[in-house]
């Protein structure tokens, strides 16, 4: 088979095998190739120690910070290529890095070190594939599969339980029996992992085409990191609005929310207030009174507690809050909600929306939904015609108040969202000279 290899990658092969060493394309990029699909960056491995590398690109620009592992970056035509020299690793004392590394002198043995048999593969120069664990095979037939003994491999590193999801939720690749099965049994080691190793992974795999099924497969490792998930996977819901338990429900609203992480959190967690929040009825219904509340709550606590970053946190925990706000399909209304929420935030919770009534009853939301379409249409009509509906798109400002004869002060304010809610309500165009007339009008001490 003839893959192809950019020059830059091609040109540091031949450099090292002409100094005599081994070198190869091995990991991801491998693998990438093998699945058709273009790789992102190109790793090397090679016989040759760091220093010997370093000697065979001397003139090249060279990063070293990898050094320790046995890393050397060169920099070809401003594209960083990573070499590192065929090596092992000693035990994981404390299941997050290993304690050392030790350089080898066989390909095999720096392949056996590998996670996943897909991500054990070198390509030489000669376009001939290095693949002692049958990683191509695995690759055909869509699996997963630890590089020897599965149990194991999770015990030495823990991270590797978030790899095999998110390539899972990712290429939409099964995980092999044994390999699930060692990671049923040992999601406990990601507690030695740190958060944010945890968060990058999770971020992957809930934009993945197949998170929805590695969430239904799975729930048991998210409550390991995420254990207020527990009572959510558990939920029961009788209640003619829902067809699904809390946790088959939120399956499908995060199926149903496009590839965006914001929104696929936002679906994840908008009913994680539902069990403490829990009520049935005389009639055995359950209700679930006050729980975008209590979703705010927990939501915000987990993403701190995973390392989120603030905008992310703040934008996931506003949409959790509005998730089931009732917002009349009528212009002003609309226009309201475009002011409070501003623009990006409202289109992404008509999403959050649509994506939560597709994970009810459908025959009984299908109107709700109809309607939902309907008002997205409406709201960007609104947008696209510049139609005033915030304070900055007013046609006076803080200044034309004050002229007017409004002391500076928080009265100002008050006389703008005034005019403001006016203009929403539809009562007075936004036209500078009629809000001028309205703003003196307004004035109880005019002297005319
Ligand atoms: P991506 O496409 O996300 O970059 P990748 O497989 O290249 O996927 P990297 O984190 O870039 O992932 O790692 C490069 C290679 O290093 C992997 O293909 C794998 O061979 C090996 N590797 C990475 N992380 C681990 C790990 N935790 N345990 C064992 N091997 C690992
Ligand atoms: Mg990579």
């Known amino acids: 088979m003839n893959f192809e290899m950019p020059d830059g990658a091609r040109r540091i ?63 070809e035509e401003g594209e960083p290529c990573e070499i590192t020299t065929y090596r092992t690793e000693g035990p994981y004392s404390d299941s997050r890095r290993p304690d050392y590394v030790e350089f080898v002198s066989s390909l095999e043995s720096d392949l056996a070190r590998r996670d996943f048999t897909m991500n054990a593969i070198a390509l030489g120069l000669d376009g001939g ?16 599969r630890c590089v020897g ?43 030695h992992v740190a958060a944010e190793r945890i968060n990058v992974e999770l971020c992957k795999l809930l934009v993945g085409s197949k998170a929805g099924e590695i969430l239904r497969q799975y729930p048991d490792v998210l409550c390991e990191f995420w254990p207020e998930l527990g009572p959510l996977v558990t939920l029961e819901q009788n209640n003619p609005w829902h067809c699904w338990g809390g ?61 989120f970053d603030n905008k992310t946190r703040e934008r996931v925990v506003t949409l959790v809050e509005h998730h089931d706000v009732q917002i009349p399909n009528r212009d002003r209304s609309i226009r309201k909600w475009l002011g409070r929420l501003g623009p990006e935030t409202f289109f992404h919770l008509l999403e959050v929306k649509r994506a939560d009534g597709m994970g009810q009853a459908y025959e009984l939301v299908k109107d709700r939904l109809a309607e939902l379409e309907k008002m997205k249409t409406k709201a960007e009509e609104i947008v696209a015609q510049g139609q005033c509906f915030s304070l900055k798109d007013l046609a006076v400002n803080g200044r034309d108040v004050i002229a007017a004869g409004v002391a500076p002060g928080p009265e100002v304010g008050r ?34």
């Open 247 to 307: 946790w088959e429900h939120t399956i499908h609203t995060v199926e149903a929310a496009p590839p965006d992480l914001v929104l696929r959190l936002t679906m994840l967690l908008h009913d994680i207030g539902k069990p403490a929040c829990k009520s049935t009825d005389e009639n055995g219904i359950d209700h679930f009174y006050g729980h975008p509340a209590i979703s705010v709550k927990l939501a915000d606590q987990m993403l701190r507690e995973l390392k």
């Open 415 to 448: 006389m703008l969202n005034g005019v403001l809610g006016q203009v929403l309500d539809g009562l007075v165009p936004n036209n500078r000279e009629e809000l001028l007339l309205l703003i003196t009008d307004k004035q109880p001490n005019q002297s005319n």
């Open 149 to 191: 003994e599965p149990v194991q491999r999770f015990q030495e590193d823990g991270l590797r339980v978030m790899r095999a999801l998110r390539f899972g939720a990712v290429f939409g690749y099964e995980i092999e029996e044994q390999t699930a099965q060692a990671i049923h049994e040992n999601h406990h080691m990601l507690e």
């Open 129 to 144: 594939l290095r693949d002692p664990f049958g990683g191509g095979d695995d690759i055909r037939a869509r699996l997963i």
């Open 13 to 75: 092969l031949q450099t090292l095998n002409s100094a005599g060493f081994e070198a190869y394309l091995v990991g991801g990029c491998v693998r990438d190739l093998l699945r058709g699909v273009e790789p992102h960056d190109w790793d090397i491995c090679t016989s040759a120690r760091p220093e010997e590398t370093e000697h065979c690109f001397a003139g090249h620009r060279m990063i070293e910070t990898g050094l320790k592992h046995g890393t050397v970056t060169v920099l």
